[in-house]
């Protein structure tokens, strides 16, 4: 099992910067890749970025060049700066994990963002 809790999330002004943090217990040295993701009102949930344990990151088209996901190691959260917000980066944000040895794709309860224009 592994549990997951995402923090940071809150209310800024377009232009502005937030950093998301997620935390990973439990069996947390058997995950893979580890990635953010966002549901809009009314919309589907969206990937924002990925990041594997080996530290290849991909980002989505919409947000590549303002944002930067990290994590250091196994033991560390996983981090999303995202710069340059806008409106329309309004959102729950999401952490997800995907444990190698359950095979299972884990998900934190999500954390608001709210960019006011």
């Known amino acids: 099992q592994v549990q997951l809790v995402e923090s940071g999330g809150g209310l800024v002004q377009a232009g502005g910067s937030l950093r998301l943090s997620c935390a990973a217990s439990g069996s947390s040295f058997s995950i893979s890749v580890m990635g953010w993701f966002r549901q809009a009102p009314g919309k589907q949930r969206e990937l924002v970025a990925t990041i594997t344990s080996g530290g290849i990151t991909n980002y989505a088209n919409s947000m590549k060049g303002r944002l930067t996901i990290s994590r250091d190691n196994a033991k560390s959260p996983m981090y999303l700066q995202m710069n340059s917000l806008k409106p329309e980066d309004t959102a729950v944000y999401y952490c997800?994990?995907?444990?190698?040895?359950?095979?299972?794709?884990?998900w934190g309860q999500g954390t608001q963002v709210t960019v006011s224009s």
């Open positions: 997800n994990a995907f444990d190698t040895m359950s095979r299972q794709l884990y």
